[in-house]
T-cell receptor, first 114, second 118 residues
Framework: DAGVIQSPRHEVTEMGQEVTLRCKPI?????LFWYRQTMMRGLELLIY????????DSGMPEDRFSAKMPNASFSTLKIQPSEPRDSAVYFC????????????FGPGTRLTVL | AQKITQTQPGMFVQEKEAVTLDCTYD???????LFWYKQPSSGEMIFLIY??????QNATEGRYSLNFQKARKSANLVISASQLGDSAMYFC???????????????FGKGTKLTVNP
Protein backbone atom coordinates (compact mmCIF):
# COMPACT_ATOMS: atom_id res chain seq x y z
CA ASP A 1 0.00 0.00 0.00
CA ALA A 2 1.22 3.51 -0.77
CA GLY A 3 2.15 5.60 2.21
CA VAL A 4 1.67 9.33 2.59
CA ILE A 5 2.91 11.11 -0.51
CA GLN A 6 4.39 14.58 -0.40
CA SER A 7 5.61 16.82 -3.17
CA PRO A 8 7.95 18.34 -3.89
CA ARG A 9 10.62 16.58 -1.85
CA HIS A 10 12.90 19.58 -2.06
CA GLU A 11 12.07 23.21 -2.76
CA VAL A 12 14.46 26.11 -3.03
CA THR A 13 12.92 29.52 -3.51
CA GLU A 14 13.68 33.15 -2.99
CA MET A 15 12.27 35.34 -0.28
CA GLY A 16 8.91 36.77 -1.22
CA GLN A 17 7.89 33.93 -3.51
CA GLU A 18 4.83 31.79 -3.00
CA VAL A 19 5.44 28.18 -2.01
CA THR A 20 2.88 25.39 -2.20
CA LEU A 21 3.47 22.03 -0.56
CA ARG A 22 1.24 19.09 -1.41
CA CYS A 23 0.16 15.98 0.42
CA LYS A 24 -1.81 12.87 -0.43
CA PRO A 25 -2.79 10.92 2.71
CA ILE A 26 -3.08 7.17 2.97
CA UNK A 27 -6.29 5.99 1.37
CA UNK A 28 -9.03 5.53 3.97
CA UNK A 29 -7.43 7.80 6.53
CA UNK A 30 -9.66 10.59 7.72
CA UNK A 31 -7.27 12.82 9.65
CA LEU A 32 -4.41 14.81 8.19
CA PHE A 33 -1.68 16.74 9.99
CA TRP A 34 0.94 19.26 8.87
CA TYR A 35 4.12 19.50 10.96
CA ARG A 36 7.26 21.59 10.68
CA GLN A 37 10.66 20.46 11.93
CA THR A 38 13.59 22.76 12.64
CA MET A 39 16.69 22.34 14.75
CA MET A 40 15.64 25.19 17.02
CA ARG A 41 11.99 24.30 17.60
CA GLY A 42 11.90 20.58 16.93
CA LEU A 43 8.68 19.08 15.57
CA GLU A 44 5.70 21.34 15.85
CA LEU A 45 2.15 20.89 14.63
CA LEU A 46 0.92 23.57 12.27
CA ILE A 47 -2.65 22.48 11.54
CA TYR A 48 -4.76 19.35 11.35
CA UNK A 49 -7.96 18.25 9.67
CA UNK A 50 -10.59 15.66 10.56
CA UNK A 51 -12.78 14.60 7.64
CA UNK A 52 -11.40 17.51 5.60
CA UNK A 53 -12.41 20.07 8.23
CA UNK A 54 -9.69 22.12 9.94
CA UNK A 55 -9.78 21.38 13.67
CA UNK A 56 -6.82 23.23 15.12
CA ASP A 57 -4.73 25.79 13.30
CA SER A 58 -3.23 27.40 16.39
CA GLY A 59 0.22 26.29 15.30
CA MET A 60 0.15 28.20 12.04
CA PRO A 61 2.84 30.85 12.52
CA GLU A 62 1.08 33.79 10.90
CA ASP A 63 -1.22 34.84 8.13
CA ARG A 64 1.40 34.03 5.53
CA PHE A 65 0.59 30.36 6.09
CA SER A 66 -2.60 28.76 4.87
CA ALA A 67 -3.74 25.17 4.45
CA LYS A 68 -6.60 23.55 2.61
CA MET A 69 -8.04 20.10 2.26
CA PRO A 70 -10.54 20.18 -0.61
CA ASN A 71 -11.14 16.43 -0.48
CA ALA A 72 -10.13 13.31 1.41
CA SER A 73 -7.14 12.60 -0.80
CA PHE A 74 -5.39 15.95 -1.11
CA SER A 75 -4.12 18.80 1.02
CA THR A 76 -1.95 21.84 0.42
CA LEU A 77 0.10 24.06 2.66
CA LYS A 78 0.84 27.46 1.17
CA ILE A 79 3.30 30.10 2.29
CA GLN A 80 2.90 33.52 0.74
CA PRO A 81 5.18 35.42 0.86
CA SER A 82 7.96 33.10 1.98
CA GLU A 83 10.75 34.25 4.30
CA PRO A 84 14.16 32.72 5.14
CA ARG A 85 12.90 31.77 8.62
CA ASP A 86 10.38 29.45 6.96
CA SER A 87 13.23 27.18 5.93
CA ALA A 88 12.49 23.79 7.50
CA VAL A 89 11.32 20.28 6.76
CA TYR A 90 7.55 20.12 6.43
CA PHE A 91 5.89 16.81 7.15
CA CYS A 92 2.41 15.67 6.34
CA UNK A 93 0.95 12.79 8.36
CA UNK A 94 -2.34 10.95 8.22
CA UNK A 95 -4.24 8.68 10.55
CA UNK A 96 -7.46 6.75 10.79
CA UNK A 97 -9.92 8.13 13.32
CA UNK A 98 -10.04 5.20 15.75
CA UNK A 99 -7.80 3.37 18.16
CA UNK A 100 -4.92 3.61 18.10
CA UNK A 101 -5.04 6.40 15.47
CA UNK A 102 -1.36 6.11 14.75
CA UNK A 103 -0.07 8.92 12.56
CA UNK A 104 1.95 7.84 9.56
CA PHE A 105 4.31 10.40 8.14
CA GLY A 106 5.21 11.28 4.61
CA PRO A 107 8.85 11.66 3.56
CA GLY A 108 8.75 15.43 4.13
CA THR A 109 9.49 18.46 1.99
CA ARG A 110 12.77 20.23 2.66
CA LEU A 111 12.13 23.93 2.05
CA THR A 112 14.95 26.42 1.68
CA VAL A 113 14.09 30.09 1.34
CA LEU A 114 17.02 32.22 0.22
CA ALA B 1 5.28 23.19 30.92
CA GLN B 2 6.69 20.51 28.69
CA LYS B 3 4.30 17.67 28.10
CA ILE B 4 6.94 15.23 26.87
CA THR B 5 10.44 15.14 28.32
CA GLN B 6 13.30 13.18 26.87
CA THR B 7 16.26 13.81 29.14
CA GLN B 8 18.93 12.03 27.10
CA PRO B 9 20.12 14.15 24.18
CA GLY B 10 22.43 11.33 23.11
CA MET B 11 22.95 7.67 23.92
CA PHE B 12 25.58 5.15 22.90
CA VAL B 13 25.19 1.39 22.87
CA GLN B 14 27.28 -1.52 21.66
CA GLU B 15 25.91 -3.63 18.87
CA LYS B 16 23.84 -6.59 20.14
CA GLU B 17 23.24 -4.99 23.54
CA ALA B 18 19.95 -3.61 24.81
CA VAL B 19 19.31 0.09 25.36
CA THR B 20 16.61 2.08 27.12
CA LEU B 21 15.52 5.52 25.93
CA ASP B 22 13.71 7.56 28.55
CA CYS B 23 10.45 9.43 28.15
CA THR B 24 8.29 11.07 30.78
CA TYR B 25 5.00 12.78 30.11
CA ASP B 26 2.63 15.16 31.78
CA UNK B 27 -1.12 15.02 31.39
CA UNK B 28 -4.25 15.17 33.51
CA UNK B 29 -6.32 13.45 30.84
CA UNK B 30 -7.16 9.85 31.83
CA UNK B 31 -7.26 8.82 28.17
CA UNK B 32 -4.09 9.27 26.17
CA UNK B 33 -1.75 7.48 23.82
CA LEU B 34 2.01 7.30 23.74
CA PHE B 35 4.01 6.77 20.56
CA TRP B 36 7.63 6.29 19.62
CA TYR B 37 9.04 7.26 16.26
CA LYS B 38 12.45 6.71 14.70
CA GLN B 39 14.06 9.28 12.43
CA PRO B 40 17.17 8.01 10.65
CA SER B 41 19.60 10.38 8.97
CA SER B 42 17.58 10.10 5.77
CA GLY B 43 14.89 12.12 7.51
CA GLU B 44 11.71 10.08 7.39
CA MET B 45 9.62 9.56 10.52
CA ILE B 46 8.99 5.87 11.16
CA PHE B 47 6.35 4.71 13.63
CA LEU B 48 7.70 2.10 16.04
CA ILE B 49 5.29 1.37 18.85
CA TYR B 50 2.12 2.55 20.61
CA UNK B 51 0.86 2.33 24.18
CA UNK B 52 -2.64 3.33 25.23
CA UNK B 53 -3.27 4.66 28.72
CA UNK B 54 -5.76 1.88 29.43
CA UNK B 55 -3.61 -0.90 28.08
CA UNK B 56 -2.87 -3.41 30.83
CA GLN B 57 0.24 -4.85 29.27
CA ASN B 58 3.37 -3.20 27.98
CA ALA B 59 3.42 -2.91 24.20
CA THR B 60 5.92 -4.95 22.22
CA GLU B 61 6.83 -4.92 18.51
CA GLY B 62 9.66 -7.20 17.56
CA ARG B 63 12.84 -5.87 19.17
CA TYR B 64 11.00 -2.84 20.54
CA SER B 65 9.15 -2.80 23.81
CA LEU B 66 7.66 -0.03 25.84
CA ASN B 67 8.22 0.04 29.59
CA PHE B 68 5.01 1.79 30.65
CA GLN B 69 4.89 2.96 34.26
CA LYS B 70 1.65 4.87 34.56
CA ALA B 71 2.06 6.07 38.14
CA ARG B 72 5.46 7.50 37.32
CA LYS B 73 4.21 8.83 33.98
CA SER B 74 7.03 7.25 32.09
CA ALA B 75 7.05 5.41 28.78
CA ASN B 76 10.58 4.26 28.11
CA LEU B 77 11.51 2.56 24.85
CA VAL B 78 13.62 -0.57 25.13
CA ILE B 79 15.50 -1.77 22.06
CA SER B 80 16.91 -5.27 22.43
CA ALA B 81 19.85 -6.69 20.49
CA SER B 82 20.83 -3.33 18.98
CA GLN B 83 21.84 -3.23 15.34
CA LEU B 84 23.90 -0.67 13.45
CA GLY B 85 20.76 0.33 11.59
CA ASP B 86 19.17 1.43 14.87
CA SER B 87 21.39 4.51 14.89
CA ALA B 88 18.90 7.38 14.57
CA MET B 89 16.93 10.02 16.43
CA TYR B 90 14.10 8.65 18.53
CA PHE B 91 11.07 10.72 19.42
CA CYS B 92 8.49 10.09 22.10
CA UNK B 93 5.06 11.61 21.49
CA UNK B 94 1.74 11.83 23.29
CA UNK B 95 -1.81 12.17 22.07
CA UNK B 96 -4.34 13.39 24.64
CA UNK B 97 -8.04 12.71 24.46
CA UNK B 98 -10.20 9.81 23.47
CA UNK B 99 -10.07 8.38 20.00
CA UNK B 100 -13.86 8.24 20.10
CA UNK B 101 -13.98 11.97 19.64
CA UNK B 102 -11.69 12.06 16.69
CA UNK B 103 -7.99 12.18 16.09
CA UNK B 104 -5.99 14.58 18.17
CA UNK B 105 -2.61 16.16 17.64
CA UNK B 106 0.64 14.67 18.83
CA UNK B 107 3.04 16.52 21.08
CA PHE B 108 6.63 15.46 20.58
CA GLY B 109 9.65 15.41 22.82
CA LYS B 110 12.95 16.85 21.66
CA GLY B 111 14.36 13.45 20.84
CA THR B 112 17.30 11.24 21.74
CA LYS B 113 20.10 10.55 19.29
CA LEU B 114 21.09 6.90 19.53
CA THR B 115 24.43 5.72 18.19
CA VAL B 116 25.10 1.99 17.92
CA ASN B 117 28.78 1.16 17.95
CA PRO B 118 30.17 -1.95 16.21
Amino acid sequence: DAGVIQSPRHEVTEMGQEVTLRCKPISGHNSLFWYRQTMMRGLELLIYFNNNVPIDDSGMPEDRFSAKMPNASFSTLKIQPSEPRDSAVYFCASSFWGAPDTQYFGPGTRLTVL
Amino acid sequence: AQKITQTQPGMFVQEKEAVTLDCTYDTSDPSYGLFWYKQPSSGEMIFLIYQGSYDQQNATEGRYSLNFQKARKSANLVISASQLGDSAMYFCAMREGSTQGGSEKLVFGKGTKLTVNP
